[in-house]
Each structure stands twice: as C-alpha cells, then as structure tokens.
C-alpha cells in the first residue's frame, strides 16, 4: 500500500485497498450472464449406424480394452449371438463407415469381434434367470435367421424348435461358404453353445412340406419361416443339362467332402458364391477361370475375397458373357464382349470358342419352397425371416431379419424385451468426421493382420487370414474414436476459462462424465469447440 500512495484516489480516502477478495469467488454467479449454456448430447457412431444389428461397437470396446472381456462378450452377444462367425464372414459394414478412414486407416472392427468372439466359444450364453413359458414357436431353418429367432425367443423363456432339412445345423454357413474363410469347428462350436445355452431342440434331416403346416399350427403358436434361398437360379435353357451346375450345389458338395468330377471348369458370376466356387475348385487342383459381364472393381463380392483370389492366380475374364452352349459332345461356350444397351449389358461381338468339363452358374439364389402350395391365409400368416423373406444378403443382415421376427412374435404376445438390443432406435445423429476434432489424434496405421502365405494356401482349406494377439487387439482398441460417446477425457475441462467443468472418470454412463456449473458458467461455448468427439453442443439459456 506504502508504493501505491501517489495514487490520487487513494489520497482523496476514495479507495482504501485493492480489487482481489481473499475469499472464494464462487458466491458470485457469473453464469447469470450467459445465453447459451452447454450440455452433452450423445451422437451415434457411424459404425454402428452402418451395423445391420446396430451393435454398441465403442461401448464393447471399452469394456474389452479395460480387461472386462466378460462384460465385453456379454454386451457384444445382446445384439449378436454369434460374433465368432461374423468376425470372419461379415462384409463389416461398420469398418466402411468407420470416421477413422478419413483420418488414416478405418479401425479393423471385424478382427476386434472376431477376437472377443474366440474367446466366448468355450463361455455359455447368460441363461439364467430365464422365466420358462409355455409358448411354443416352430422355426424352419437352422441358417443365420432362423437360429437368431430361435435365440432372442429363448432369451425370454419360449420353448423353441427348430426344423432343418440338412444333416446339420448352419445353412449356407456350413454348405456354401468355404472353410477357408470359416472352419468347421468354429462354426460347430457356436452353434452348438448357443443351442445348448438356450436348450433349443434341434432337429434335422427333417424337411417341412406345406401339407404338414396344419398339424404344425395345432403344436405351435407362432412359426417363422427361414429356409434361406438354397438352390442356385438357373437360365432356362440351361436348367436340365448335366454339364450345367450351380455354384450353391457345388459348393455344398464340397464341403461335404465329396469327389468333384471334371478337371475344367468356367464360372459365371462376380458375386461372393463364384468366387466361393472358383477358390474351391483351384483347392482340389481344378483348372478354373470366371467370366464376368463387368469389370473386377464393379463385381459385388468382398474386397477382400477378391484381392484373395488374384493373389492365389484366378483368372477372372472381365466384360464378356457366355452366349450359347453346345453339349452335342463335349461342352462348348461361345464367348461374346459385353455391349451397352440402352444401360443395359447385351451380348455384342462374338470373340471365341472355348470347351471346358463343366458350366457353373453363381448368377443367383431361389428358394426350393414354392408358397403356392400354401393356402392365401397361410401365406399372410407367415413370418418370414432372413434371405427367404428379404432375398440375398448377407450373415449379419439375416441374423437381424431373425430378430426382427422373433420381435414381431414378442409383441404378438405382449412380452416386452430386457435389452435396448430389441428395441427401437430414438436415431440421435451420427457423428461425421466433420464434426471431430482431430488435432488431438495421432496418425496410427492399422493393424497388419497376418495372412497364410500364398504358396500355403493353393491346395488346402485352412483359414487364411489369423486372429489378433493380445497386444495387437489392445493396439487397435486404442485407434477407436469412439465418435458421439464421451471419454472424460478432460480437454473440455482444461480449457473451461470459468473453472465450471467437473469430470467424473468413474461414473460407467458416458451421458454423466462431465458435469457443468451452471451457475459459474458464462457460455463462452470454448468446451464446444474443443470436444475431440462432437458430444458438447450449446442450447439456449431459459
């Protein structure tokens, strides 16, 4: 005070000490200022947007990445009851939609399900607590569908029965899709924990025919039709000749083992099943070539199914398709260049002969059923699931068809569900790239995930691409965003200039980690900016 009394305020005795109080400040409620307040708005990530199940993939994450693996599992299965098999065979929806592509490499969210699905085949499904009830559903097909129904039926006490034609559960699981990209015993033991957990009775070599449908009805309250689209579609012309086979019949044979004829073979078709049929057959050591009326980035299959096959030496005939065929005496195939036709493909100019064992077809799927034979009552009263209700599609959007059509039987008998996996979405908005803030985020490549060698994997069906490690998987957890959930991660409290942000990094809810002080507040809007995940927006003051 003695160096400050020059000061002519002081001398007139108009001010006796300084501005700084002693005390707290926090009796003076600044946030009476604002207009504009902050809050937390959870947003939807785009994987799980992009996921047919809308499986939480963050949530399941963090649950893994803190050693809760049985937490992890357990969330993962309320939406998916098979995550082993859709590790390896789902297109992953998710990892396409993943913000993380915009930023370096997607995160490989495939190969996390996979991993967390390894380590549940030895863990049975939760059944306990289940309230038995003496409803009964009949489901026809024991594929991706129909086990899904009969799992989220189970879950809520209903007595289950599944119908299936084949010697063994899976569908095209088992009998189309090749093992190199699923093997057998990862698909028998999921199965068979989930029919166990949940006693579902099982019964095989047993074919459903319309003219049993009646006595079905008097046993069952509710049935659900999923047999899949079995049978491969077939042009016309072509239907009855021997040296003509679908992609679907072949594989099958194959992977039940059985001797295939023939030692030349032309494929038809861009889809996952030609090049299914295609790989298989350079695996017995068949010669093999596929035509195809695009090009190679138009055809549908997986990328990485393509990517597969060139690297193992298929040869894949781009904008040609096979006119006619003379099997007189041996098979010939007239070759011709595709030609546009008003935006449509058209046969065009005719470019060679060539002569092969046999024809395979992978143009199509149709069901062997025909709903003709059903009366116009029983067909409305069918509930359809999986590919025979929505046509070909992929695992894990038929293991939601089934869900969904066990939902529809829930309501039917008023049985509402435990878990939001079965209930409807409220759509908050997803998070885009846009939104984050990625100046807070290092550049981190994916995870190289090895793969059989080449020269390994051309006369044999073992799995080609392997699993993670422990610390890969915990490497690549690391990489996730975790878009539109909060991580308290603090940035939002370090740059609050009013000191009215409190994190709180035990509370579970990512809606309840961060608390505002809204009477300290002044909605400056600084923690909205900041936020790396796009969950602090502002609203309007009242």
């Known amino acids: 005070m003695a160096n400050l009394k020059h000061v002519k305020a002081i001398q007139n005795g108009d001010f006796t000490g300084l501005p700084i109080s002693a005390d707290s400040t ?109 409803e009964k559903v009949a489901i026809i097909g024991a594929g991706p569908a129909g086990i899904s129904a009969a799992v989220f039926l189970a879950r809520k006490g209903l007595k289950v029965t599944i119908f299936e034609q084949a010697p063994l559960a899976g569908g095209l699981l088992r009998y189309a899709i090749p093992a190199y990209r699923l093997p057998r015993e990862i698909l028998d033991r999921e199965l068979n924990n989930l029919i166990n957990s949940y006693d579902i009775e099982l019964k095989c070599n047993h074919r459903i025919e319309s003219s049993e449908l009646a006595q079905l009805k008097k046993e069952y309250q509710n049935i659900i039709w999923a047999p899949g689209l079995q049978r491969s579609s ?33 494929v038809i078709g861009g889809g996952n099943a030609a090049l299914d049929t295609a790989r298989s057959l350079l ?47 041996t098979l010939q195939i007239n070759l011709h260049q595709t030609q546009d036709d008003n935006g449509r493909i058209s046969e065009g100019d005719f470019l060679k002969k060539i002569e092969t064992d046999y024809l395979i077809t992978a143009i199509g799927q149709e069901s062997d059923l025909d709903l003709n034979d059903f009366s116009l009552n029983d067909r409305n009263s069918i509930n359809k699931a999986g590919d025979f209700a929505h046509g070909a599609a992929s695992v894990a959007e038929a293991l939601a068809s089934g869900r969904r059509a066990a939902e529809t039987i829930l309501q039917k008998l008023e049985i509402t569900s435990s878990s939001d996996a079965n209930t409807a979405s409220e759509n908050p908005a997803v998070v885009e790239s846009k939104s984050l803030h990625l100046d807070y985020y290092n550049k981190i490549p994916a995870i190289s995930v090895p793969e059989l060698d080449i020269k390994n994997r051309r006369d044999n069906f073992s799995e080609i691409r392997q699993s993670l490690t422990k610390e890969q998987m915990r490497s690549e957890i690391e990489r996730c965003f975790h878009c539109g959930s909060c991580t308290a991660c603090g940035i939002c409290w370090f740059f609050c200039p009013d000191v009215a942000i409190t994190i709180n990094r035990e509370e579970s809810d990512p809606n309840k980690r961060v608390l505002f002080d809204y009477d300290h507040c002044k909605g400056c809007a600084q923690c909205t900016v900041v936020c790396p995940r796009g969950v602090i927006e502002m609203e309007e003051d009242h």
């Open 234 to 266: 077939q042009p016309t012309p072509w239907r009855d000749l021997p040296q003509v086979k679908g992609a679907l019949e072949l594989l099958a044979t194959i992977n039940r083992g059985e001797a295939i004829k023939g030692q030349n073979f032309i």
């Open 26 to 134: 926090a009796v003076n409620l600044t946030g009476s200022w604002k207009f504009f307040r902050p809050h937390l708005v959870p947003k939807e990530s785009p994987c799980r947007r992009a996921c047919p199940l809308n499986i939480p993939i963050a949530a399941y994450l963090e649950e893994l990445a803190s050693d809760n693996g049985s937490a992890a599992l357990n969330l993962l299965r309320d939406y998916n009851p098979m995550p082993a098999i859709t590790g390896r065979v789902c297109p992953h929806f998710c990892q396409s939609a993943c913000n993380r592509q915009d930023f370096d490499e997607a995160v490989l969210i495939g190969d996390l399900e996979r991993y967390l699905g390894d380590l549940g085949l030895e863990s049975p499904h939760s059944s306990t607590n289940i309230e038995k009830r003496a």
């Open 283 to 329: 695996r017995l050591g068949k010669k093999v070539e596929i035509v195809y009326r695009r090009t190679i980035a138009e055809m549908p299959a997986y990328e990485e199914e393509k990517k597969q096959a060139l690297e193992e030496g298929l040869v894949i005939h781009e904008k040609i398709v096979v006119g006619t065929i003379d099997t007189s005496a």
